[in-house]
């Protein structure tokens, strides 16, 4: 009884999101490209997800532009594409979310889809790392203990470390 109440219910939950995101709403769009992505409650579907991610990013929904970056960086679903990737990145790190932030920042150290600049990595994981994003902290604790695009510092490294 209770488990096939669970099972309708996800059902209409689904449907009112596949309604959703007909309609263009970014959201709806992005949780039913994870549901396809993940296979949750539809059928998995990469090629799926992908569209899904790509017109909720569209939209300028940040936390699916680095969903559908992290896609193309990977090559998860998509081809391999380094500088859509960091495309993706940059235009949700621009609207503050620190995994963007992060993720641009490993783009800037490694040179993948950017030209490579350790300052502007260094910029960027500190802007993940003012938000409290723990890997921000790692990784800005990692460049300061280096001196990786900034100048050399194992106090602030070790503060960060210990955050």
Do not use: P, W
Request: glycine share 14%.
């Amino acid at each position: 009884g209770a488990q096939m109440a669970g099972v309708a219910a996800e059902a209409k939950e689904i449907g009112l999101t596949i309604e959703r995101a007909a309609h263009g709403d970014a959201a709806a769009q992005r949780r039913l490209g994870c549901r396809y992505e993940l296979g949750n409650g539809v059928v998995q579907d990469q090629a799926e997800a992908l569209r899904l991610y790509t017109q909720a990013a569209e939209q300028g929904d940040a936390i699916v532009q680095h969903s559908l970056g992290r896609c193309y960086m990977t090559g998860n679903g998509t081809a391999h594409d380094e500088k859509k990737g960091a495309r993706l990145y940059r235009k949700a790190a621009k609207q503050g979310l620190a995994d963007a932030q992060l993720g641009l920042g490993r783009c800037f150290e490694d040179g993948a889809g950017v030209v490579q600049d350790e300052e502007e990595a260094v910029k960027l994981y500190r802007q993940a790392a003012v938000q409290g994003f723990a890997d921000g902290q790692y990784e800005l604790g990692h460049c300061y203990a280096k001196g990786k695009g900034c100048v050399k510092n194992e106090k602030e490294a070790v503060k960060l470390f210990r955050q």
